[in-house]
């Protein structure tokens, strides 16, 4: 039984505005990164500081926070409010995370737990020790490596995906492809950047997946196009690509729901260790399954259409 019944939707006469939609997106995106100096990179690439920290009681983020604002370092006082502060598993253990900053002294890590502990005597550990989750200090040398390796798996990922889907099907099939992830990749980027959250090491995971769940829909729909190229030999290829698109809708709008629920579980209820992460994959499945009829689609008529004449 299928859910959705037979579409004949034109998704070719629509690419036009598709083209617009996407194009604006990417812009808004590209003028937000452009205005900040670039995507906000977390001290995994910019190297930093993280402390994680378990109080007695359940703690208030804000309160946490708040206490940020004046933090004693050799007798001057600094602002770290704007520090990245969350819950780290339970409601009780809190994690700071700062980035590299001028005249940081080598203790400036204990600096931060000591002064977290001096903040909250009362729902703190009688045991220093008990207090003490993690530390870790990331330099800027292994932050620039880890920076590079990022850019070069995803870069390496759309590379083999390239050449993968050229030798398996088309060209042409792989240059929509292709297009289709890098635009995927770039909205959600653009989309971070606007909404002024940090690009860490998870979320570089949440786009190489977001990377193999967009290809998957596009695979599928592209593999029905190879096929009705053959049974359909008297349609117009435009007409005979909208027409893999609508066999193929029933199962891409059920694969993309089921997959956006399970995703919006983890977003509400998986706490902040992976909030951000989910956050990631809930644009990459709304962008990744337009982008597979909106994007992949059009490029690979226009390129058959160039081939032609």
Request: glycine content about 6%.
């Amino acid at each position: 039984m299928r859910l959705i019944k037979e579409t004949d939707i034109k998704f070719m006469s629509q690419s036009r505005f598709a083209y617009f939609l996407s194009g604006v997106l990417i812009l808004a995106g590209l003028i937000s990164m452009l205005l900040q100096g670039g995507p906000r990179l977390s001290i995994d690439f910019k190297g930093g500081t993280m402390v994680a920290v378990q109080f007695t009681e359940d703690m208030n983020v804000n309160d946490v926070r708040q206490s940020m604002r004046a933090v004693l370092i050799e007798g001057r006082s600094h602002d770290f409010s704007r520090a990245e502060i969350k819950h780290f598993g339970s409601y009780k253990d809190i994690s700071v995370r700062l980035p590299i900053g001028e005249e940081q002294p080598e203790d400036f890590p204990q600096l931060i737990v000591n002064h977290l502990y001096d903040s909250f005597p009362t729902v703190v550990p009688a045991d220093y020790n008990n207090f003490i989750l993690s530390i870790e200090k990331v330099g800027p040398k292994i932050g620039a490596e880890l920076s590079g390796k990022a850019v070069m798996a995803i870069v390496s990922a759309l590379l083999l995906i390239l050449i993968y889907i050229s030798i398996r099907f088309e060209f042409k099939f792989a240059v929509g492809a292709i297009a289709a992830l890098a635009h995927d990749i770039l909205i959600t980027i653009g989309i971070f950047s606007i909404m002024d959250y940090e690009i860490s090491l998870p979320i570089i995971a949440a786009f190489l997946t977001i990377v193999g769940y967009s290809l998957n829909d596009t695979i599928v729909i592209l593999d029905r196009v190879r096929e009705n190229v053959k049974s359909m030999k008297g349609t117009s290829y435009s007409d005979m690509v909208d027409h893999s698109i609508n066999d193929s809708l029933s199962r891409t709008i059920i694969t993309s729901i089921t997959t956006f629920i399970v995703v919006l579980i983890l977003f509400l209820f998986g706490g902040e260790v992976i909030h951000y992460f989910a956050f990631a994959m809930l644009i990459g499945v709304v962008v990744g399954t337009y982008s597979s009829m909106y994007v992949a689609c059009p490029i690979v008529v226009q390129l058959h259409k160039g081939i032609k004449s």
